[in-house]
């Protein structure tokens, strides 16, 4: 079965740092782009950022711009994005996402990112 | 504020059929043919309902379909079943000079 699974969400105060993973699984995870797109409480969506299935390629939504970082490592089959510089606005559920055909057909269930003092 | 516009809510009784609009611009929508669909549940993960404007994928039930004109995609849910009810959001490729992605705010649809 095919399937993602986020971790590394927790609480952290504003100007601090986070990585999220997202361990993949059943997929040939080295063929796909994977992307991030989170959901902040009781909001829609917002894409986050995408990197090409070879590692080649990055970009990011403009809120996150800067201060996050997209990496993957295909050997280990995981997704990776490093936030630093966090504000208060970057609460919100984190999901990863597999790419395809421009959409987004395999979610995990998300991890919960809190930006507080 | 959302890129792309969604109604907030929308309404059916079972066996009733509802259409869910999202219109966005000649930047996104109307620009390429890459919308998508998808149904949340409270508290679980977007499920992918359509892409590629009108296509759906493997398992999803031929109830629910979708097209596009000009700046506005919409999404037609048919013969509406209780499980039906979640929120419901479409999505755009964006992109131009780079990659993007853009949603609507998501309707929640109802079944009365």
């Known amino acids: 079965q095919l399937q993602v699974v986020e971790s590394g969400g927790g609480v952290v105060q504003p100007g601090g740092s986070l990585r999220l993973s997202c361990a993949a699984s059943g997929i040939t995870f080295r063929s796909y782009d994977m992307h991030w797109v989170r959901q902040a409480p009781g909001k829609g969506l917002e894409w986050v950022a995408l990197m090409r299935y070879d590692g080649d390629i990055k970009y990011y939504g403009d809120s996150v711009k800067g201060r996050f970082t997209i990496s993957r490592d295909n050997s280990k089959n995981t997704l990776y994005v490093q936030m630093n510089n966090l504000r208060v606005e970057d609460t919100a559920v984190y999901f990863c996402?597999?790419?395809?055909?421009?959409?987004?057909?395999?979610w995990g269930q998300g991890t919960v990112v809190t930006v507080s003092s | 504020q959302s890129a792309l516009t969604q109604p907030p809510s929308a309404s059916g009784s079972p066996g009733q059929s509802v259409t869910i609009s999202c219109t966005g611009t000649?930047?996104?929508?109307?620009?390429?043919?890459?919308v998508s669909w998808y149904q949340q549940y409270p508290g679980k993960a977007p499920k992918l309902v359509i892409y590629e404007v009108k296509r759906r994928p493997s398992g999803v039930p031929d109830r629910f379909s979708a097209y596009k004109s000009g700046n506005t995609a919409s999404l037609t849910v048919s013969g509406l079943q209780a499980e039906d009810e979640a929120d419901y959001y479409c999505s755009s490729y964006a992109g131009s000079n780079t990659f993007n992605w853009v949603f609507g705010g998501g309707t929640k649809l109802t079944v009365l």
């Open positions: 000649s930047s996104d929508v109307g620009a390429y043919d890459y």
């Open positions: 996402a597999k790419g395809f055909w421009n959409a987004f057909d395999i």
